[in-house]
């Protein structure tokens, strides 16, 4: 079966850090297309990164430029998404998402994107 499980969300104050991890289970992160989104309350989901298949490509949105680093480890078939500084405003469940290999091609759509983890909630509070 075919899935992305997230884990390592929780609750944090405001200026502090967490890491959230995405294993895959059934396929292959390694050549994959990767990326994260979040739904916040009141907002539409949000594609906050992506990292190409080829490697060579990594975008960010401008909310999480500088803050939010996305890497790979395609020998434990993970994606994490190192989240620093976070503010208030970063609180919502995040979703990891994976997509068929497609070289530098990156995007936050969500159409683009063939696979979804279950979400995790990060929570930002004093």
């Not at 929780?10 to 059934?26: E, I, K, N």
């Not at 497609?102 to 979804?116: A, E, I, K």
Request: charged share 15%; proline share 4%; hydrophobic share 35%.
């Amino acid at each position: 079966q075919l899935r992305l499980v997230e884990s390592g969300g929780g609750l944090v104050q405001p200026g502090g850090s967490l890491r959230l991890t995405c294993t895959a289970f059934g396929f292959s992160l390694g050549t994959s297309r990767v990326g994260w989104f979040r739904l916040a309350p009141g907002r539409d989901r949000e594609g906050i990164s992506c990292f190409s298949s080829s490697g060579g490509r990594i975008i960010y949105a401008d909310s999480v430029k500088g803050r939010f680093t996305i890497s790979r480890n395609n020998a434990m078939n993970a994606v994490y998404l190192q989240m620093n500084n976070l503010k208030p405003e970063d609180k919502a469940i995040y979703y990891c998402v994976a997509a068929p290999p497609q070289g530098t091609y990156c995007s936050h759509q969500m159409d683009d994107f063939h696979y979804w983890g279950q979400g995790i909630q990060v929570t930002v509070s004093s």
